[in-house]
């Protein structure tokens, strides 16, 4: 049992949300599903209205976790599957999900959804996923107009906080808020990798280091892991975070001082970008069949 | 004329002492944290293996990335040096040496006194090093020792997609779930594997004798990956792990090539 605790430590925390004060009846509905390599998100919306959504898990069956998403998000609403009119599938498991009819790609998806998000104003939006990170520029309308991406290294990624948490026994909610209460910010962890900045965080820890400070060290880093890729493209005003480890305020925080730019806040959450921007492709993908 | 080469790896601290050019003593000892007291413990059980006080010693050579952290050292020489100088001594004809540690994967190509001519190192990223096939062990259920000779009974070629360690063993976890069997598993870990060393090489070029160093040398599951890789059969000497420190005690001798 005790290693079952330690093991959920990285476990972030599920959410759901819906818009009591919204009636679907008679109205267009279109969804949008992320699977990503990390969570899932399910986006309901009414013309065009965000109206309920989810946000999960990944499973090891991409499948499942868009139905899991879905009827999670469908929850209570007297939804079901036929009532959805349009479903675009997203992310990098996009092309197994069952009900929707069309698969776009996350980064089309995430500038679009940024936009919805932090309105026509943003164009560089930084995506921080579970196992990529994307610097994405766009247009008023939310169109890509270029992007980079690191996908080939959990340095600078959610997998890799995740790791950072379980290794030092913190909540991965957590992880943010601890690595700021430091006096005096410690010097970023000096490895890249995640395998190798794991050991130089226990030898920190031999040392003496509390925890906070070595989250200080890693949050460091990675922050000024994501500006190396941010440089090559350029931030151009303004500039928003998606995806999980927008919530994380200890790199956020040290992110936005490297930057020099702030960074945009939302009602929102972060996570959901790339299933809103789905499903604004599926009613939009909807209306031209119409047509 | 005696001489002592101490190799600080990352995970390992190899001690070998010749006595004019020959071998005769060596030690591993594990690095842990407290590298000093363990290198010095790897000093002290190669001397007594050879029979002799530390006076006896006319010079000692420090290598690998924790050279300076050795107890005492008359000079520090670079790891690659010290590899390339020891492949040549154990196999004359030797002019690329790959060496995979435990955090490091190395190519060096060098010419017949074992004096480094072109080299390239990975110390950034864990893909290419025997830290990946430890998590890859872990995550498998399989020790260290088996995954190698595992790899050898696979049926059919499973590509991995994954190069970063972390995302590795995710990819690994997909696979167990969908009954990819364990054989096939690890053979994919060891071929991924061996592509990131092979285009390492290929950024210097190599010639037909290769010399394999290094603790994963002793891995016959990477070992048949990359000569598949490489289209050749690459040689791995005996006690491919002391071949760097073999190389710093050739140093402190002064040992210049065979022939």
């Known amino acids: 049992m005790v290693e079952q605790q330690r093991t959920e430590l990285w476990r972030w925390t599920e959410s759901r949300w819906m818009n009591p004060d919204l009636d679907w009846r008679g109205k267009l509905i279109t969804s949008g599903i992320d699977v990503g390599s990390v969570s899932s998100q399910a986006v309901i919306l009414t013309d065009g209205e965000l109206y309920a959504y989810s946000n999960m898990r990944t499973g090891v069956d991409s499948p499942d976790s868009a139905m899991k998403a879905i009827n999670w998000a469908m929850e209570n609403t007297g939804l079901t599957l036929k009532d959805l009119a349009y479903t675009v599938g997203t992310g990098y498991g996009r092309v197994n999900v069952p009900f929707s009819q069309r698969a776009i790609t996350e980064i089309a998806c995430h500038a679009r959804g940024g936009n919805f998000m932090y309105g026509p104003t943003v164009r560089t939006i930084l995506d921080m996923g579970g196992q990529d990170c994307k610097a994405i520029h766009c247009d008023e309308k939310g169109k890509v107009t270029n ?8 340095a600078g990624t959610g997998r ?6 379980d290794l030092l026994g913190v909540s991965i909610n957590d992880v943010g808020d601890l690595s700021l209460q430091v006096d005096k910010e410690p010097p970023p962890v000096s490895s890249t990798c995640v395998v190798y900045a794991k050991t130089e965080a226990t030898g920190l820890l031999r040392e003496g280091w509390p925890k906070n400070k070595v989250l200080a060290a890693y949050c460091s880093a990675m922050a000024h892991r994501i500006m190396t890729l941010l440089e090559r493209i ?4 303004d500039f928003a975070i998606t995806g999980g480890i927008a919530k994380n305020k200890g790199v956020v925080t040290r992110l ?20 809103i921007g789905a499903a604004l492709f599926a009613k939009a993908l909807l209306e031209k069949t119409k047509k | 004329m005696i001489t002592m080469g101490i190799d600080l790896g990352a995970k390992n601290v190899k001690v070998v002492i010749l006595k004019d050019n020959k071998i005769v003593a060596k030690s591993n000892v594990l690095a842990g944290f407290e590298v000093k007291e363990n290198a010095q413990k790897a000093i002290d059980i190669a001397l007594k293996q050879a029979g002799i006080s530390k006076d006896d010693l006319d010079k000692v050579v420090s290598t690998g990335a924790g050279e300076k952290l050795a107890p005492f050292y008359d000079e520090t ?35 017949n006194t074992g004096k480094i001519i072109d080299f390239e190192v990975n110390e950034k990223c864990a893909a290419g090093a025997g830290a ?18 595992l790899a050898l009974k696979s049926t059919q070629d499973i590509p991995m997609n994954a190069q970063c360690t972390v995302f590795a063993e995710s990819e690994v976890v997909t696979m167990v779930h969908n009954k990819v069997s364990k054989a096939d598993m690890s053979k994919a870990i060891h071929d991924a594997m061996a592509s990131r060393i092979s285009s390492m090489i290929r950024k210097i ?25 490489l289209g050749l059969e690459v040689v ?12 710093a005690a050739l140093a402190a001798a002064g040992w210049k090539g065979g022939a």
Do not use: W
């Open chain 1, 147 to 154: 992007f980079l991406m690191n996908d080939k290294c959990a």
């Open chain 1, 234 to 237: 350029g931030v151009e005003e």
């Open chain 2, 205 to 229: 070029g190599f010639d037909k004798d290769v010399v394999l160093v290094g603790g994963v040398a002793k891995n016959i599951g990477f070992v048949t990956s990359l000569n598949k890789d």
């Open chain 1, 256 to 275: 936005e001082k490297e930057v020099g730019i702030p960074i945009m806040k939302t009602k929102y959450d972060t996570q959901i970008a790339g299933a």
């Open chain 2, 236 to 247: 791995v000497p005996k006690d491919p792990e002391y071949v760097g420190a073999l190389g």
């Open chain 2, 132 to 149: 990946f096939t430890e998590a890859m062990s872990r995550a498998l259920e399989v020790s260290l020792e088996e995954l190698g000779p």
């Open chain 2, 77 to 111: 020489k670079s790891i690659v040096g010290c590899d390339s100088l020891g492949a040549v001594y154990l196999h004359p004809a030797a002019r690329s040496v790959i060496d995979v540690g435990a955090e490091e994967g190395r190519g060096m190509r060098c010419d």
């Open chain 1, 160 to 165: 890799g906080m995740e790791v950072f948490a």
